[in-house]
């Protein structure tokens, strides 16, 4: 009896290793079915064109894919979690407007393919995303609270006017400078059968990643794949548009549910809060470099008007702000096809009182204003 060795003796970590591989062994045994539906093992047939989002792809804290030969960047050197952020600075130094509060409305995501959601019950992503990202944003002083919609932006697959023209409707109708739209393009795993339906190796190998915690050549890779789009809203025009991209293991069988703390204790949970993270990042450092624009309640014969900004943006009595008309010019090649531009006039105002969410001001030179205007600090 010399030769046995006691299981008391082992070491904790060894003792735990054989007991997962023992409980893998078992459940192999018991499984007579398959645990994976094809709904769940949905692979994409293909992937979207990135079209203007191809040189424009940042890439937050991914994991190496299977079969995949290029590696993720290295991080930033003293920085504990990788993080790649394209640098988006204003293109002109001296003019940074991170003093005002701009306001913005999230639109409710879209997702591609609806079938990659299925693995853990994730459909609440079109809504848990926006809220994530507004999470992070409402930490900085550049905005007023994010404000995020039931509706969605339309699909990319429209034109570019008609996009322009959704994005001038939906700030228009929630008071908002900028607004924010995006499409989850892909949320597939890789090799589903790994997490669902392992083979007797794989259990054991599972159990020993999910033991050290070791995600290097752990086959339960997920994707996240979000196009996102910035919007001026009195114009339109895009300010960002930009792929984000991450993975992470998915190591779980529940049914987490996005944005719960189920799905935030898996590696993939936490790859996604990153990138929520890096997103309201680079969604600061844009509107950051935009100036202060708030829409004018005028009426002919008045020369005091009411501005939709107040304290809650920044403003202070007896400041002073440009006058730009809002000029619509239809297309000369397209029918029933216009853009908006915005006309810098002579005129500057003066705010006289300020409010918490709106504020009066007095034309300088007593004109009285006939059209489309906006107050904008320079």
């Known amino acids: 009896m010399g030769s046995t060795i006691s299981l008391n003796r082992l070491p904790h970590r060894v003792n735990s290793l054989l007991l997962t591989s023992i409980l893998g062994l078992s459940s192999a045994l018991v499984a007579a079915s398959p645990l994976v539906p094809e709904d769940i093992a949905y692979k994409p047939e293909g992937?979207?064109?990135?079209?203007?989002?191809?040189?424009?792809?940042?890439?937050?804290?991914?994991a190496d894919l299977p079969g995949n030969p290029a590696s993720a960047p290295q991080a930033q050197e003293g920085s504990a979690t990788p993080t790649y952020l394209r640098q988006n600075r204003c293109p002109d130094h001296s003019r940074n407007y991170n003093n005002l509060h701009k306001s913005l409305a999230i639109t409710r995501f879209t997702r591609r393919n609806p079938q990659s959601a299925n693995a853990g019950n994730l459909y609440a992503v079109e809504a848990g995303m926006p809220t994530l990202i507004r999470e992070h944003l409402t930490q900085s002083r550049s905005m007023v609270g994010p404000e995020i919609l039931a509706q969605s932006f339309a699909l990319p697959h429209l034109s570019e006017t008609l996009l322009k023209q959704q994005a001038q409707k939906i700030a228009r109708q929630a008071r908002t400078q900028f607004v924010l739209s995006g499409t989850i393009d892909d949320m597939a795993m890789t090799a589903p059968n790994s997490t669902y339906n392992p083979s007797l190796y794989r259990q054991v190998a599972n159990g020993f990643h999910d033991l050290t915690g070791i995600e290097k050549f752990d086959p339960r890779t997920r994707v996240f794949n979000l196009d996102l789009e910035l919007r001026d809203g009195f114009t339109g025009e895009p300010l960002m548009s930009r792929r984000y991209t991450t993975s992470g293991v998915w190591n779980t069988r529940r049914t987490a549910g996005f944005d719960s703390s189920a799905f935030f204790e898996t590696p993939y949970g936490q790859k996604v809060a990153e990138l929520s993270e890096a997103i309201s990042a680079d969604i600061t450092q844009t509107l950051d470099c935009q100036p202060f624009i708030a829409n004018i309640d005028a009426y002919p014969g008045q020369t005091q008007i009411v501005l939709q900004g107040g304290a809650n943006n920044g403003l202070q009595a007896g400041a002073t702000m440009q006058l730009y008309q809002v000029i619509v010019v239809g297309s000369?090649?397209?029918?029933?096809?216009?853009?908006?531009?915005?006309?810098?006039?002579?005129?500057?105002?003066h705010l006289s009182e300020v409010y918490p969410s709106h504020s009066t001001a007095v034309i300088e030179d007593g004109s009285y204003l006939n059209g489309h205007y906006l107050a904008v600090i320079e």
Do not use: A, F, I, N
Not at 332 to 349: A, D, I, M, N
């Open 47 to 62: 992937t979207v064109p990135l079209s203007k989002h191809t040189d424009d792809t940042v890439v937050v804290g991914t």
């Open 332 to 349: 000369s090649s397209e029918y029933q096809v216009s853009e908006t531009r915005l006309v810098k006039r002579p005129t500057r105002l």
